[in-house]
């Protein structure tokens, strides 16, 4: 390390320093400004034009939206379909990639359908009609089965498996296991980091599902918690999407304004998913370079 830096070199890192500082809190001042606002007073942000800090700190808004069972409901049909589907994706995925990982008939010729999808795709015409066709209109089973396989996922999986190295499925073939036995036994549990990082990808993927919800789903009871902020948000239909809430709440005069209720409703539905990722991060990185570097 050398200790006697050039003035060039200290200003050039406090230079950087700065501006990634400077960059970071403009990313994350509006995470800050919903979080503030969602917390902020009906009579306070009625007269105020910039928010930064509430002069009185209240819950009204989180109130408002934890007493909608629309809204309640639609965060378990989320965590629904984000586990089960979350589950489906890794289990196809995995056990495809693991198949044309191995030399087996027909390699290339999966391998190229596989990457064939990357440049084509049926489109969103021609996949409804497929899914209404099966039967899976206004079914939880519409946002899952479509897209339980993603073919870059799917691709980087394969790669991870081929960098196992070969001593351990030779050795267990000679020891009498099967395919099923390998790859339930011996490269299962040596890839746990690629299984972390795609199933955190699959995760956030069916957490953030919108526009397959509302192109598949048309019972209300069913949408997705992405849904119901669309309703509370885009459309400023608070009061209308959350029908419970709005009822009690006409009752009192303290009804909070639905710009708050927005911003409260976008933090409960954010917070969740950020979670995983302190539990998933030690894996997150370890997994995704693994899967991209051979040897």
Do not use: C
Not at 209 to 220: E, G, K, M, Q, V
């Amino acid at each position: 390390m050398n200790k006697h830096r050039s003035f060039a070199s200290i200003l050039g890192d406090t230079t950087n320093i700065i501006l990634l500082a400077l960059l970071a809190l403009l990313m994350l001042f509006p995470f800050y400004y919903i979080f503030v606002v969602s917390f902020t007073s009906a009579q306070e942000y009625a007269v105020s034009d910039l928010i930064l800090w509430p002069k009185e700190w209240v819950v009204d808004s989180y109130s408002f939206i934890l007493g909608s069972k629309e809204f309640i409901r639609s965060i378990w049909v989320t965590v629904y379909i984000t586990v089960v589907g979350s589950i489906v994706n890794l289990i196809l995925t995995a056990t495809m990639a693991y198949a044309i990982s191995r030399n087996i008939y027909g390699q290339r010729v999966y391998l190229f359908l596989v990457l064939f999808t990357f440049v084509f795709s049926a489109g969103m015409i021609p996949t409804y009609l497929i899914v209404k066709a099966t039967g899976l209109i206004n079914s939880y089973w519409a946002l899952i089965i479509p897209g339980a396989i993603n073919s870059f996922n799917l691709i980087v999986i394969r790669q991870f498996f081929q960098n196992i190295p070969s001593e351990l499925t030779e050795a267990a073939t000679i020891d009498g296991a099967n395919d099923l036995q390998i790859f339930s036994r011996v490269v299962v549990p040596l890839s746990k980091p690629a299984f972390a990082a795609f199933g955190l990808f699959y995760a956030v993927t069916h957490w953030n599902t919108y526009f397959s919800a509302i192109l598949y789903l048309n019972d209300p009871t069913k949408w997705t918690v992405q849904v119901i902020l669309r309703q509370i948000v885009i459309l400023n239909d608070a009061t209308n999407t959350l029908v419970s809430a709005a009822r009690e709440a006409a009752k009192s005069a303290h009804q909070p304004p639905a710009e708050t209720i927005g911003m409260a409703a976008i933090l409960l539905a954010t917070v969740p998913i950020l979670v995983l990722y302190p539990f998933l991060q030690k894996h997150f990185a370890k997994g995704v370079m693994l899967g991209s570097v051979k040897g």
